[in-house]
């Protein structure tokens, strides 16, 4: 299998913007502070596309677009020892496809666009209830750092 990783164009947004939701889908069940009845969007996609500081790609497979992802450069607080950090996130594979190297190939993208932008450090946030998705970034070299804790005052 050919997996090639490139740029998101403007022409691929509606296939993105349908990632989106099956994210968002797969998401809700793992996070009860998400609006459970209606469509939401977390990303800005299209404006991701266009903007400096964020990387959108897609993976393809024979012309097909089967995966996701982009890198953003974020600014970080003046405590830090690097001024930015890149942050990775709109990770999606389409499930006939996972478990075949698509989302690791993104990931490697990724880590050359932040090297090529002088970042030393990439983050990324992933829900607990999702140890599919920890492994994979795992594989990838990620390791826990902090843990996000909540608490409903109504529970």
Known sequence: MNIII???KIEDLDILLDFEQKIIEAERPMDPTLIQDQKISY??????IIAND?????AEVDGEIVGSGYGQIRDRKKFFKQKQLGYIGFMYVKEEFRGKGVSQKIIQYLYEWFA????????LTVYDDNPRAIRAYEKAGFTKHLIEMRKNLND
């Open 6 to 8: 490139r740029p998101a």
């Open 43 to 48: 990303y800005s996609i299209k404006d991701y």
């Open 54 to 58: 964020t990387e959108v790609i897609v």
């Open 116 to 123: 090529s932008k002088g970042l030393e450090e990439i983050r």
